[in-house]
């Protein structure tokens, strides 16, 4: 985590001062670089989302639509996940970007064998950063519409084995029920991987929508029916 240091004229006259102040940049600096994903996790803001049914261990929950902040990356899972992280935490900290906020979770998507699709919402978007931020690049800033995700809470590190589990239980869990899985599964981190395996957590989802209004009615139709069936059993 990044610290402002205050030094006093004194000490910096005595060279003490200026040592130290030396000593704790180039640790936050290495603390960057081993840990680049904390600095995505150090607020405490988090993406709007409703849940709007259960089933056994899963919750059905409704999103909002907003901004986020999307990276894509090769390689295994972990490694992705960190060089995809790293950029993420660059571009938020970046110089000149005081005001731009990362909101959890971070969510990783595999688009292809070995390649990584990183997203991270950025609520309260100023107006005129959004109209100027890169649309293409290894950082891109685009819009999220609203989705409805089938999300379960798993313990452990993100495996693949874990994330297949994961799904399995999710499909089974809403099996024959109003939700139909309609996109691939994604992986969603509200905090850092701890040390300790048995101490992390992590969330799957699968991307859901209703099966009557899937099958009957016109996709505009169907998100607006959708969006007020959600409305109702929040009341």
């Not at 100023?126 to 293409?136: C, G, L």
């Not at 139909?180 to 991307?207: D, N, Q, T």
């Amino acid at each position: 985590m990044s610290a402002t240091n205050t030094v006093s004229f004194a000490g910096r006259a005595s060279g003490a001062g200026l040592v130290g102040d030396v000593i704790t940049r180039l640790g936050d600096r290495l603390r960057r670089a081993i840990d680049p994903g904390r600095l995505l996790f150090r607020g405490n803001d988090t993406a709007a989302e409703t849940v709007v049914a259960r089933h056994g261990p899963v919750e059905v929950r409704a999103t909002s639509a907003g901004w986020v902040l999307e990276t894509c990356v090769k390689g295994e899972l972990e490694p992705a996940r960190a060089k995809g992280m790293r950029r993420l935490a660059n571009f938020v900290n970046g110089r000149g970007r005081a005001c731009l906020r990362a909101a959890r979770p971070l969510v990783q998507t595999q688009e292809a064998a070995g390649r990584w699709r990183l997203r991270v919402a950025v609520p309260g978007l100023d107006s005129s950063f959004a109209a100027t931020a890169p649309r293409n690049g290894k950082v891109r800033l685009r819009t999220l519409e609203p989705e409805t995700l089938a999300v379960i809470r798993v313990s452990g590190r993100p495996t693949p084995l874990s994330i297949h589990h994961a799904e399995t239980a999710i499909r089974q869990a809403i099996a024959g029920s109003l939700w139909e899985p309609m996109g691939p599964v994604v992986v969603r981190l509200h905090a850092l991987p701890a040390i300790l395996p048995f101490l992390s957590r992590y969330e799957v989802a699968l991307p859901v929508t209703d099966r009557a209004y899937a099958a009957e009615m016109p996709e505009w139709v169907r998100h607006v029916v959708h969006h007020q069936a959600v409305a109702q059993r929040v009341q």
